[in-house]
């Protein structure tokens, strides 16, 4: 199947939205309304939660998981402009459900339990290697709160040489960060943080992938042809749902260290 513009009958919910809205709101290389319709089909959101859009670039996620489930949003990026982000917020009428924060995912600024969900769009690779990040972001969950990705990732883990037909797009955009499903519901359930509740790959996600890059960045040869000489051998997009496990051993990192200088001679004293 070849996506011609941004209506695609696999997500239905998503084909209901204004094309010219859709792409004035763009942040990435993926339509982030397919991959949250998609994401949201394995994680159990209802009215009146309080999620947290980790990572939102210039909303269209936010918007979309009030308009569609009724939760709030806390839209929060570092990288997009949280002005522009409200005034989108603003236009959408809903300026009472989807709020922008700017902010660096390693500095949150909520509390503890805040969240019955935290989603993340094609950015949680950005953030979410970090072996300790999951203990830092489970303290937002309320108990037995959901964290759910969705976002680009390999069909397998590329542990030796990286493949011949891929290496002029690894040289230029060294997707170093990109991992497969088993390596994410690896790296968190070791942690005992989270039950993974959720995780595969899209069916033919490759050719969204591909048939997306070449509606809206046909320059972008170097991906495009990529994706093509690949045809799906190791490209793909991926979601992973996690739910917060009652015995979760999570830890309080430190936030600063108390100063005991006490003063000493520099050399050791001779005779």
Not at 65 to 73: D, I, N, S, T, Y
């Amino acid at each position: 199947m070849v996506v011609k513009n941004i209506c695609a009958e696999s997500f239905p919910r998503a084909s209901n939205y204004n094309p010219e809205w859709v792409m004035a709101g763009l942040s990435g290389g993926a339509n982030p309304l397919w991959l949250t319709e998609w994401l949201c089909r394995v994680l159990p959101l209802q009215p009146g939660m309080r999620v947290l859009d980790l990572g939102c670039g210039r909303a269209l996620s936010s918007i979309f998981l009030h308009r569609e489930f009724g939760v709030q949003v806390w839209a929060t990026d570092l990288w997009f402009s949280v002005s522009e982000n409200l005034q989108r917020v603003r236009d959408a009428g809903l300026e009472n459900s989807v709020f922008p924060i700017s902010a660096d995912a390693r500095s949150l600024p909520f509390c503890k339990e805040f969240f019955d969900a935290i989603v993340s769009i094609d950015s949680f690779m950005y953030f979410g290697t970090d072996d300790y990040y999951l203990n830092y972001l489970a303290r937002y969950l309320k108990p037995k709160g959901f964290l759910g990705i969705a976002q680009a990732g390999f069909l397998h883990e590329i542990a030796e040489e990286i493949p011949e037909h891929l290496s002029d797009w690894w040289r230029e955009e060294r997707p170093y960060s990109l991992h497969s499903v088993e390596w994410w519901s690896r790296h968190w359930g070791v942690t005992g943080i989270l039950d993974i509740k959720a995780a595969d790959s899209l069916d033919s996600g490759w050719t969204y992938w591909r048939d997306w890059l070449q509606f809206v960045a046909p320059e972008n040869k170097t991906e495009i042809e990529a994706l093509e000489r690949d045809a799906g051998q190791t490209f793909g997009y991926q979601r992973i749902v996690g739910q917060l496990r009652d015995d979760a051993p999570l830890f309080d990192p430190p936030q600063s260290i108390p100063s005991q200088y006490s003063k000493h001679p520099v050399v050791r004293a001779v005779g």
